[in-house]
């Protein structure tokens, strides 16, 4: 994507505020709580063989999953360049993508399709008008689940991030795109405290959508 073409949120995440996120995102504390959520959130599904996740950073979800699930096979779609070279050099066997969701095509994965799509902390700082386009990657890429983990709130609306204006959107994500496609199902949900005593994470709610 030529860079008079992105949104202004998705130069932000590209350049110098996204490298700094790098660093305020790491450790094996994210690690173990990652570990936690998803033993959660797949309580009640069949084995996950393979995932693509949409804005991977340096792939910490990536490898709770494949603690999780030895053996899966893993695709990442990152926007910033630092993010995306970390994750190629810590995790080779992953797929990783560096480019925009909007610029992503899922043909790239062998066989079109992963049986998990997963997006955790991203949507949010999506400009809305890519939402529906984002839906539809989401739901393009993945024949079996999509796992969306995000600040929930029920209408939209703007919360200042860090001092930036227009960063950081809130709604229902799960319920806009229960509303859009027919065919998907609320599967199981949740709600993960910043101040859980073990396993804390930064007060999102999660929604596992079953696509049949």
């Avoid at 490898?63 to 053996?71: D, E, H, K, N, T």
Wanted: with cysteine; glycine share 6%.
């Amino acid at each position: 994507m030529d860079e008079t073409n992105k949104t202004a949120q998705e130069v932000f995440w590209s350049g110098d505020f996204g490298d700094e996120y790098i660093s305020r995102n790491t450790g094996a504390g994210l690690l173990a709580s990652n570990l936690s959520l998803f033993a959660k959130a797949f309580s009640r599904v069949q084995k996950i063989d393979s995932v693509v996740e949409f804005g991977a950073n340096i792939g910490l979800n990536l490898q709770a999953l494949s603690l999780l699930y030895p053996g899966i096979v893993r695709y990442a779609v990152e926007i910033n360049s630092l993010a995306a070279t970390r994750l190629k050099e810590s995790s080779p066997d992953v797929g990783v993508f560096n480019c925009s969701i909007a610029e992503f095509n899922q043909d790239l994965i062998r066989d079109g399709t992963c049986d998990l799509a997963l997006i955790k902390g991203v949507l949010i700082h999506l400009n809305p008008d890519q939402l529906d386009l984002a839906y539809q990657k989401l739901y393009d890429s993945t024949f079996k689940y999509i796992l969306i983990c995000e600040y929930y709130n029920p209408k939209p609306d703007v919360v200042n991030y860090r001092g930036h204006a227009d960063r950081l959107f809130r709604r229902d994500f799960a319920g806009e795109m229960l509303d859009k496609f027919n065919d998907l199902r609320l599967l199981d949900y949740g709600f993960v405290y910043h101040r859980d005593p073990s396993f804390p994470q930064d007060d999102f709610t999660w929604f596992l959508l079953d696509k049949s």
